[in-house]
C-alpha cells in the first residue's frame, strides 16, 4: 500500500477490509461511514465500520 494513501487520522486494526493500510494500522480512506445495527447502542461492539470492504480472495 503506498504510504501516501494512509490516513493517519482514521485508525484502522481490521486487516481483512480492502480499505485497511496493510503496512499500518489505518484506513486508507479520506472519511469512513459508521452505523450501528442496534436501536440504541450502548456498547462498542453494538457500532459499524459501514465503510468494510472485504478482500477480494478471502
Known amino acids: 500500500m503506498n504510504n501516501e494513501s494512509i490516513n493517519k ?3 484502522c486494526t481490521v486487516r481483512s477490509c ?3 493500510a ?4 489505518y484506513c486508507t480512506l479520506r472519511c469512513v461511514s459508521i452505523g450501528t445495527h442496534e ?5 462498542p461492539q453494538c457500532v459499524d465500520c459501514e465503510s468494510f470492504m472485504p ?3 478471502m
Open 9 to 11: 487520522c482514521i485508525g
Open 18 to 20: 480492502k480499505n485497511h
Open 22 to 25: 496493510q503496512a499500518e494500522d
Open 39 to 43: 436501536p440504541h447502542p450502548t456498547e
Open 55 to 57: 478482500q477480494s480472495g
